[in-house]
T-cell receptor, first 113, second 112 residues
Framework: ETGVTQSPTHLIKTRGQQVTLRCSSQ?????VSWYQQALGQGPQFIFQ???????GRGNFPPRFSGLQFPNYSSELNVNALELDDSALYLC????????????FGSGTRLTVV | KQEVTQIPAALSVPEGENLVLNCSFT??????LQWFRQDPGKGLTSLLL?????REQTSGRLNASLDKSSGRSTLYIAASQPGDSATYLC???????????FGGGTRLMVKP
């Protein structure tokens, strides 16, 4: 079974720009979640997608948005980038309403300058 | 709102020691609890998953316990090795949703 893959691995953007991060979920999983991890902290939940609809959202502003595609892959879009958006962005896939756990990708390191 | 705390934040031990990492959570209505390992700048690797009905799970030198009523989980690492050096994160999945709430992690260094 294939795991969760994320692209790109690293990215440098300028304040005010927009960025799109991509995630391919693990085979057999139908739910994708995105997390933001600042340096030295635990990951924070951004939002989750199930059946191409947002299925829960953390305390993040609307400039953080996402998509899920029919093949369960997903995108995270961030508009009007701020310096504090610099972080490791993690994607996790899972099977909704299943006792199985979450499988995480290797993350995208975003630096905003 | 679920809150997860991990103690200690950092730990340095000599090789060969047995050690315990602690995780506490405020809302006992959890669906499961997952322990992860994270190497610097990398993603999360799942170590153990404990369902709310279970008391413990074991994998090799790792053993995780869960006491839901007291809101605690421990990760026991036997005979630690330098390769165990990493950050260990616990995360709970609540009954009410499919999201994970993470602790801040314990940064472990095992010295040769």
């Amino acid at each position: 079974e294939t795991g969760v893959t994320q692209s790109p691995t690293h990215l440098i953007k300028t304040r005010g720009q927009q960025v799109t991060l991509r995630c391919s979920s693990q085979s057999g999983h139908n739910t994708v979640s995105w997390y933001q991890q600042a340096l030295g902290q635990g990951p924070q939940f951004i939002f989750q997608y199930y059946r191409e609809e947002e299925n829960g959202r953390g305390n993040f502003p609307p400039r953080f948005s996402g998509l899920q595609f029919p093949n369960y892959s997903s995108e995270l879009n961030v508009n009007a980038l701020e310096l504090d958006d610099s972080a490791l962005y993690l994607c996790a896939s899972s099977l909704l309403e299943s006792p199985s756990g979450h499988t995480f990708g290797s993350g995208t390191r975003l630096t905003v300058v | 709102k679920q809150e997860v705390t991990q103690i200690p934040a950092a730990l340095s031990v000599p090789e060969g020691e047995n050690l315990v990492l602690n995780c506490s959570f405020t809302d006992s209505a959890i669906y499961n609890l997952q322990w992860f390992r994270q190497d610097p700048g990398k993603g999360l690797t799942s170590l153990l998953l404990i369902q709310s009905s279970q008391r413990e799970q074991t994998s090799g030198r790792l053993n995780a316990s869960l006491d839901k009523s007291s809101g605690r989980s421990t990760l026991y690492i036997a005979a630690s090795q330098p390769g165990d050096s990493a950050t260990y994160l616990c995360a709970v999945k609540d009954n009410a949703g499919n999201m994970l709430t993470f602790g801040g992690g314990t940064r472990l260094m095992v010295k040769p």
